[in-house]
C-alpha cells in the first residue's frame, strides 16, 4: 500500500504562488511515477504533470508550461509542484497520484491522495 497526503494549498490573489507538497508513505512498492492532477469546480479532473522516478522527464499539460514546476526529492519521498503566476482558472483540488509497481510483483496501480484547495482569488 501506498499513502499520499498533499498540503501546501491556500487562497492566493492572481499573480502569486504556492508550493504543492505531496508524502508518500508505505511498504512493499516501488513508485515509477508522480502526477499532479486537478479540478475546478464544475469541470473534469485534468492532469497538470507527470515526474519520473529519476526525475529526468517532466511533462506539464499546455496551460501551466513555464508558470508551474514539479519536482521530486526521492531522499524525503515528497513530490513537489511549484505554481508562479496562478491565474483565476488555476482554482481547484490538487490530488496527487502515484504510479507504483509492488516489489515483488509486475503490475502497476494507482494511489490517490485526499487533495488540498487552492483558489486564486483577489
Known amino acids: 500500500q501506498v499513502q499520499l497526503v498533499e498540503s501546501g494549498g491556500g487562497l492566493v490573489q492572481p499573480g502569486g504562488s504556492l508550493r504543492l507538497s505531496c508524502a508518500a508513505s508505505g511498504s512493499g512498492f516501488s513508485i515509477h511515477a508522480m502526477a499532479w492532477y486537478r479540478q475546478a469546480p464544475g469541470k473534469e479532473r485534468e492532469l497538470v504533470a507527470i515526474i519520473t522516478s529519476s526525475g529526468g522527464i517532466t511533462t506539464y499539460v499546455n496551460s501551466v508550461k513555464g508558470r508551474f514546476t514539479i519536482s521530486r526529492d526521492n531522499a524525503k519521498s515528497t513530490t513537489y509542484l511549484q505554481m508562479n503566476s496562478l491565474k483565476p482558472e488555476d482554482t481547484g483540488t490538487y490530488y496527487c497520484?502515484?504510479?507504483?509497481?509492488?516489489?515483488?510483483?509486475?503490475?502497476?496501480?494507482?494511489?490517490w491522495g485526499q487533495g488540498t484547495q487552492v483558489t486564486v482569488s483577489s
Open positions: 497520484k502515484a504510479d507504483a509497481m509492488a516489489v515483488a510483483g509486475v503490475r502497476h496501480y494507482d494511489y
